[in-house]
Every structure is written in C-alpha cells, then in structure tokens.
C-alpha cells in the first residue's frame, strides 16, 4: 500500500499534471529572459531534470544533496555574473567619466579663446624664423620625451616587475616547500631581486614621464601659435600647481625643447616668438635705466641733506623755477590768442633768467622766494581761466572784459619781472664794480696803468 501511494505520488513521467509543471515552468523561464542561466546552463531545467529522475528511479538519498549542491553552483555563478556585470558598469562609468572631463576641457580651450580674444591676442599664428628663410610656429616642440617612451617603460617595468618579483617568490616558497636549505632558498630567490628593482624603476619612471609629457602636450595646445604665454594664464587653466608648471617650463627650456622659447627674469612670461624677446629687452632697459636714475636721485638727495644750506637754496630754487616753467609751458598750449602767448612767452623768458642769476648769486635767493609764495600761484590760476573763458562758444561782454583784465594784468607783472631782474643785477653791478676799482689800484700801483706808464719816462732809463 506504501509503495503504491509512493508510486501515486512520484511517478509524474505519465501524468498530465507533471507535463503542464514542466510547460509550466519552462514558460515561467523563457518570460524571465534565461535569467536563471550561466554560462548556457538553465539551472530551473537541470533541478527539474534531477527531480524526475529521482522520482523514476525513485532513489531520493541523494536528491536534496544534489538539489543543494546545484544551488551552490547556480549561486556562485550568479555572482560571478554580477561582479561582471559591476565591472562592465564601472568600466561604462569610467568612459562617460572621460567623455565629460573631454567636454569640460574643450569647453575650457573655447572659452580661453574668447578670453585671448577679449585681452587682445593676435588672431593669426605667430612664427619663429629658424634660419635659411624658414619659419615654424611659435610654440612649437620639437620633441616631447616620455610621450611614447613613457607607457613603453611602464609596460616592460609592470611586466618585469610581475615576471621577476613573481618568480623570485614562487622559486623561494617552491625550494623551501621541499626541505631545500633555507639559505640556499634565499640566494636562489634572491637572484630575482635585481631584476625586481630595475624594473621598479623603470615602471616608477615611466609612469613620471607620462605624467610629465601629457602635462607638457597640455601647456602646448595653449601656447602654440602665441607670441608670448602668461605663466599666471597657464596655471588658471590647467589647473595644476605654479611650481609644477615652472618645473616642467625649465625642464623643455634648459634642452632647448620649445623653439626659440625664453623665460623671463621674474618667471611671470614665456616669450615664443623673437619680437616678444625685444620688447621685453626694451622694457627690461627701460626699467634698468629708471631704477638707476631713481638710485641717483637718493644720492643727490641724501647728499643734498649732508651739504651747505647755500647748496641747499640753491638746488631749492632751481627745482621751484624748473617746476613753474615746466606749468607755464603747459597752459601756454592751450592759449589761442597769438597775443596772449606773446606775453607767457616774455614771462617764461623773464622767470628763468631770475631763477640762473639767483642760483649763480644765491644772496639774491630771498628776493624769490616771494615770487614762489605770492605771484606765480595767482599768475597760474589766471592763465587757467583765461583758457577757460577763451574756449567758451560765445565771447560776450563779460567774458571780454575779463580777458582783458586777465591780459593787462600779465603786462603788469611782466614789468615787475624786469624790474626785479634789473634790482637782482644792480647787486651784481655794485660787486662788478668794486672789483674793477680793485683792479685799477693793483694796476696803478704796479706801474701798468697809463698814468704811471707816462711818470715812468720822464725819468731816464739809465743813470750814469
């Protein structure tokens, strides 16, 4: 009775209900796209499979065993399908990751463009002479090491350092597996070991000179065709640090890798083409000259303290007087009336023969000093407005009339000018005088003069 419901339960090769499970279940596996499948194998089909031959044989010692087992197996499969399906995302992820920074930088190059546009940078190439008539372009590298040497080293360094390092393990784990010397193990290992370093070397240094080179490839496409490039200009667009780009700058330029390339004194600028080189000599000069000058004005200053308060007066005067002329000529400029400048003219003409005679009489300096204080303050502003009032579109009555005041009032001073230069020589007149009386009685007492030339010769010239 037990085997028979036992064969009522299990035998499913005859029954209908057995052949819909399996349609059943075949169609269950079909609408879920395989994915109960690895690697080709249906391991829905392969448990059912299981179970009806159990179930024809009717041995079941083994089913759940097998059905477990099965289960292991499908697991472990899935997952490896996983992790692939994880390494293809990752690898997708990383080239959309690619994709994006390419379309960041392309984005950036354009931009940068609209700026060097923006700043004025000349829209065509510029080129570098290179002797025998030949030109190439500014920028250009002549070579770029580590840009195929790089990934060269980096594969043979990787591939030695797995060969040799590998085998060096594998040979001493191997000879100390079978009882070989322990000592002989190691030298026998360590015979790998410079073939270990060098190719660590060679994988380090070529993954530096890729680094290198695709930086150096970087700064080129922003160079090229320039006159000169901004070392400022180059860090805001690659990014990278101002010392790193410095570095590798001196690296291309102390082998003579950019052609016709130079760094200026301060680092702040690579000059690429030949007339960047000049002007940069030219401003270079220039600064040169003004910091020289500048060291000579200290000089004379601090000398100017240590000296004579007659020097001091002196080179006052001469200052003030250079200062005001140099105003007067300025505002004489701008004067139409023919007239008018006449009068400035004779002003400035009058003003520096005051200022010479003061400075080669410095007692004469205080008679100046008023000038400074009181006159040429209030002559500056009328001319100032005599131009003002000259350019205005209609010239009324008003406007007349204080032109005119303006203009008498110069006549005024004028005069006043001429007649301090004439007091400032009355001075120098007196001195000139009583050095020529000076003069007289020295020649007088010597005999030179005419009188005692005449006193002479009424004596005779031999006495017997």
Request: charged residues 30%.
């Amino acid at each position: 009775m037990y085997m028979s419901n036992q064969e009522d339960r299990f035998d499913f090769s005859d029954s209908e209900n057995h052949g819909n499970q399996g349609e059943r279940y075949r169609k269950s596996s079909e609408d879920k796209n395989d994915n109960g499948k690895a690697d080709g194998i249906n391991w829905g089909d392969k448990i059912f499979s299981m179970i009806q031959e159990s179930a024809e044989s009717m041995d079941f010692a083994e089913l759940s065993h097998n059905i477990q087992k099965t289960i292991d197996v499908a697991r472990e499969e899935t997952m490896k399908q996983v992790d692939k399906a994880r390494t293809e995302a990752a690898k997708q992820i990383d080239r959309a990751k690619e994709e994006a920074a390419r379309q960041v930088d392309k984005a950036k190059e354009e931009a940068a463009k609209q700026i060097d546009k923006a700043r004025g940078y000349q829209s065509s190439q510029a080129y570098v002479n290179v002797g025998h008539g030949r030109k190439v372009i500014a920028g250009k590298l002549k070579k770029n090491p580590g840009l195929y040497s790089g990934p060269a080293e980096i594969a043979v360094g990787a591939a030695g350092l797995g060969a040799f390092g590998g085998a060096g393990i594998g040979l001493g784990a191997f000879l100390g597996a079978v009882a070989f010397p322990i000592g002989a193990a190691i030298t026998s290992a360590a015979v790998m070991i410079p073939f270990t370093i060098v190719s660590a070397f060679l994988l380090g240094r070529g993954i530096l000179n890729s680094k290198r080179a695709r930086r150096i490839r970087k700064y080129a496409s922003i160079w090229t065709g320039k006159p000169y490039v901004m070392i400022e200009d180059l860090e805001s667009r690659v990014g990278w640090d101002r010392k790193k780009i410095l570095k590798d700058i001196h690296f291309l330029t102390d082998r003579e890798l950019i052609i016709g390339a130079e760094l200026d004194e301060g680092e702040t600028c690579l000059m690429l083409t030949d007339e960047s080189k000049q002007q940069y000599a030219s401003a270079m000069a220039a600064k040169r000259q003004r910091e020289q000058e500048e060291v000579k004005a200290r000089e004379a200053e601090e000398a100017l303290k240590a000296a004579p308060f007659e020097q001091r007066e002196i080179h006052r005067i001469k200052k003030d007087g250079q200062e005001y002329l140099e105003q007067l000529a300025e505002l004489k400029k701008e004067i139409v009336s023919d007239e008018m400048r006449r009068k400035v003219e004779q002003m400035e003409t009058l003003t520096a023969r005051i200022f010479v005679c003061a400075s080669e009489h410095p007692e004469s300096i205080s008679q100046t000093d008023r000038l400074f204080k009181y006159y040429f303050p209030s002559v500056l502003k009328l001319l100032k407005v005599y131009e003002d009032v000259e350019k205005q579109p209609v010239q009324g009555e008003n406007i007349r009339k204080t032109k005119k005041e303006i203009e008498d009032s110069l006549d005024t001073m004028n005069q006043a000018l001429e007649k301090l230069f004439d007091e400032m020589f009355q001075n120098v007149a007196m001195d000139i005088s009583s050095d020529i009386q000076v003069l007289e009685v020295m020649l007088k007492q010597d005999g030179l003069t005419e009188d005692g030339i005449h006193a002479d010769q009424k004596e005779p010239m031999l006495k017997l």
